[in-house]
C-alpha cells in the first residue's frame, strides 16, 4: 500500500532537484508542518534559495551525464588557462596591461614626454604596476583564499578603485608643459580608448577565473584592475595634467568595469 504522507526530507529534495513540490501531499503536509511552510513563504524563495545553494543527489541513470558534462567542462582552452598556477595566471595579467603600456610608449607617446618628470613619471607607473600585480594574484587565487577574506576582499576591491583617483592627484606634479595643467581636453575620449584597449584584460581574466559563480566582490575587483591596466597606458597616452580630465577620463574606467562586472553578474547568478 503507497503511503500518501510526505515528510520534511522529500519536500527539501523537491527543491533541490529544482522542482516547485506541489500537489494535495503537499498541502496536507505544510498545514501540520510550521518549517516546511518557511519554505513556501513569499513564492516559495527560501525553497528556491535552498535549491540553488544545493546539489540535488544524483540517481544512479544520471551519473554518466554528470560525469560526461564534468569531463567537457575540464577540456578546451578555458580548462588548460584554469589549470594554471596563480602566480602564472596573475602574471598572464600583468603582461598584457605591460604590453599595452609597451605600445604606448613606443607607438602612441604622450607629446610632453620629454618634459615630463621622468621620477614623477615612473613612479605613477610603478605604483599601477605593482597594484596589478597584487592585485591580480588577490584575485585569482579564488576559493583558495583564506576564511574570513571575505572583509579583506571588500576593503582591497574598494582601494583598488580609489587608487587611480590617487595617481590623477600626482600627475599633474611632474608636468612641466605650458598648458598641460589647463589643458581640459576631452575625457570621454580617452574614457572610450581606454576602456576599448583593456578589454582583452577583462577577457583575460575570464578565461583565468576558476569560478563557475564568482562573488561579486571579485567582479569589482576585476572590473577595478582594468581601470588601473587603462589608467597605465592612458598615463604614457595622454598629456593632459587638468585634474578634472584625469578624474572623468581616467580614473572613472575602473569604477564604470567594476559596475558592469556587478550588474553582469546577478542575471548570471540567477540561471
Avoid at 131 to 146: I, K, Q, T, W
Avoid at 237 to 250: D, E, M, P, Q, R
Wanted: net charge positive.
Amino acid at each position: 500500500m503507497r503511503r500518501n504522507a510526505l515528510d520534511c526530507a522529500e519536500i527539501r529534495n523537491g527543491f533541490v532537484a529544482g522542482r516547485l513540490p506541489a500537489g494535495p501531499e503537499v498541502e496536507a503536509h505544510l498545514q501540520s508542518c510550521p518549517h516546511c511552510s518557511e519554505l513556501f513563504a513569499k513564492g516559495a524563495q527560501l525553497g528556491r534559495q535552498l535549491g540553488q545553494s544545493a546539489l540535488p543527489e544524483p540517481q544512479p541513470g544520471d551519473l554518466f551525464t554528470l560525469v560526461n558534462r564534468d569531463l567537457q567542462r575540464e577540456s578546451g582552452l578555458r580548462a588548460t588557462l584554469r589549470a594554471l598556477p596563480t602566480g602564472a595566471r596573475a602574471g598572464g595579467l600583468l603582461s598584457v596591461a605591460l604590453a599595452l603600456l609597451a605600445y604606448e610608449l613606443g607607438f602612441n607617446r604622450r607629446e610632453d614626454f620629454a618634459q615630463f618628470s621622468p621620477l614623477v613619471f615612473w613612479a605613477v607607473v610603478a605604483l599601477l604596476i605593482g597594484a596589478v600585480a597584487l592585485g591580480a594574484v588577490r584575485l585569482l587565487r579564488g576559493a583558495n583564499a583564506p576564511l574570513g577574506a571575505a572583509a579583506r576582499d571588500r576593503g582591497v576591491a574598494g582601494a583598488l578603485l580609489i587608487l587611480p583617483a590617487i595617481a590623477a592627484l600626482v600627475v599633474p606634479i611632474g608636468s612641466e608643459m605650458p598648458g598641460a595643467t589647463e589643458a581640459y581636453g576631452n575625457p570621454m575620449g580617452c574614457f572610450l580608448y581606454g576602456s576599448a584597449l583593456i578589454v582583452p584584460f577583462v577577457l583575460l581574466y575570464w578565461l583565468f577565473e576558476r569560478r563557475d559563480s564568482v562573488p561579486v566582490t571579485s567582479l569589482v575587483s576585476a572590473g577595478a584592475l582594468a581601470g588601473i591596466a587603462a589608467n597605465l597606458l592612458l598615463h604614457a597616452h595622454c598629456f593632459s595634467a587638468h585634474l578634472g580630465h584625469l578624474l572623468l577620463g581616467h580614473a572613472s574606467i575602473g569604477a564604470v568595469w567594476a559596475l558592469g562586472l556587478g550588474l553582469l553578474s546577478r542575471p548570471l547568478q540567477a540561471r
